[in-house]
């Protein structure tokens, strides 16, 4: 199947034509919509919603049979790693946003993560053209809030957000000085900008392959304690109070880090947090036979957090839920696991791998989905993730009840290290819309 590529869906001029999916499930968590109805789409917009529009079309339009599936916002992905520019052999901005509209995700964040890194003003303009010219998603940029990642100076904050840049991020590394944190977090007060901190001690947790405990002893791995962090995370906040910086605790992983982001929400700090899909539907246990797609950043944990996690999402104590797409090749992986990079893709399973916690009754489908649209949008200044009219139409048709096996080698990421490889999911997209226009449509008979 080819998928015309966005740029050429941004060029083209409004024609007035109207497409309306009709007999659909709409789910729209950020106006508490649950229910059977249809969704008009014109010129890139939705141009009405409702009941009245379940089995009744406008004339003239393009009539989409949704056949009674959900009809929801498209999801945005908050923490997206790719390897443009630098690492285009693990993933390129291309087949990320491929993997992106066959995964439901409309809109993703990519990390700084890159070489160069993405510091420069520059260098966010370079990601925004090839996105224009390449991604069949919306993508943003997340810049780097320290020269190189290295952690000791700040980077220039005002410039990298007036060019673009949505957030700021150390990557996958905890920024360790804390006169450094503290002055990045006044800095980007004064522009109003989001600082988004992976927290996890890099001296406490720098040899470290997993979650320290029973399972870590049985296999000989070296471990690290939750401590690692919480302690960054208790750190942070207190620098939250003083300065009055908007922050965002990457991916949380344990009951501890939940209490302290509470705790910081009830004092009305300016304070959000976010999981990775991998602590809400994975444990400690899965690693098994030293599976190194299972070797993650933060580790996996035991399942009581897991399940405490889970309990965070639904009760809104945890903001977002993240992919944390981070595509490795298969030589950093077929390694020993201690030796082996942290990383697993996961924009394709983003939804499949939700809807696993949906049905085993965990969460509802509103509040899980709540935690991939709305939330990410407001967080991030995004006009995005809401079915209203006027806002932009971005969109995913799902079947949450539709059966089907991951296979890691019909991924359209570049890198195959996901952990679901095999798995069982119940819970398919059946198509993506990106600001009018379908990327992704599931055709019944994947390709080889």
């Not at 083209?12 to 009709?22: D, L, M, Q």
């Amino acid at each position: 199947m080819t998928i015309p590529p966005l740029k050429a869906l941004e060029k083209t001029k409004p024609t007035g034509t109207a497409t309306v999916f009709i007999n659909a499930r709409i789910i729209d968590p950020g106006t508490n919509r649950d229910e059977p109805g249809g969704l008009l789409v014109k010129d890139g917009l939705i141009a009405d919603i409702g009941p009245h529009l379940r089995r009744n079309a406008p004339d003239g339009a393009t009539v989409i049979d949704c056949k009674g599936h959900v009809l929801a916002p498209g999801l945005i992905d908050a923490q997206v790693f790719t390897g443009e520019p630098g690492f285009e052999h693990r993933e390129t901005l291309k087949t990320a946003s491929h993997a992106a509209a066959a995964g439901g995700v409309t809109t993703i964040v990519v990390m700084p993560e890159t070489n160069p890194v993405i510091d420069q003003v520059a260098l966010v303009d370079f990601i925004q053209r090839r996105a224009r010219d390449n991604a069949y998603v919306h993508v943003h940029t997340m810049a780097a809030m320290t020269k190189g990642l290295k952690g000791e100076e700040m980077t220039e904050i005002g410039l990298l957000k007036r060019a673009g840049a949505i957030a700021f991020s150390n990557g996958k590394s905890s920024l360790a000085n804390t006169r450094v944190m503290r002055n990045i977090l006044n800095y980007a007060k004064d522009f109003g900008a989001l600082v988004v901190h992976h927290t996890e001690d890099p001296y406490l947790s720098g040899a470290a392959s997993m979650n320290s405990g029973e399972v870590a002893s049985r296999l000989g791995l070296p471990a690290a304690s939750k401590l690692a962090e919480t302690i960054v995370l208790e750190r942070d906040v207190r620098l939250v109070e003083m300065t009055g910086g908007r922050y965002h605790a990457a991916t949380i992983s344990c009951q501890e880090s939940v209490d302290v982001v509470r705790d910081a929400k009830q004092r009305k700090l300016p304070v959000t947090c976010g999981v990775s899909i991998n602590h809400l539907t994975l444990n400690e246990n899965d690693i098994g036979p030293y599976r190194t797609f299972f070797k993650i950043r933060p580790p996996l944990r035991r399942e009581e957090d897991r399940m405490a996690m889970v309990q965070a999402v639904a009760n809104g104590d945890i903001d977002i839920v993240v992919s944390s797409h981070d595509p490795q090749d298969a030589d950093t992986k077929r390694r020993p696991f201690a030796e082996a990079a942290d990383g697993a893709v996961g924009l394709e399973t983003l939804l499949s791998a939700a809807l696993r916690l949906v049905h085993a009754g965990d969460i509802s489908l509103s509040a899980i989905l709540k935690a991939m649209t709305i939330n990410p949008a407001r967080l991030l200044g995004l006009h995005s993730g809401r079915l209203v009219k006027g806002a932009i139409a971005d969109l995913v048709l799902f079947d949450p009840g539709e059966p089907w096996v991951v296979n890691k080698d019909m991924l359209r990421s570049r890198s195959k290290n996901t952990p679901f490889d095999e798995a069982k999911m119940q819970g398919r997209v059946l198509r993506t819309v990106v600001a009018g226009e379908t990327v992704y449509e599931y055709a019944g008979i994947e390709r080889t």
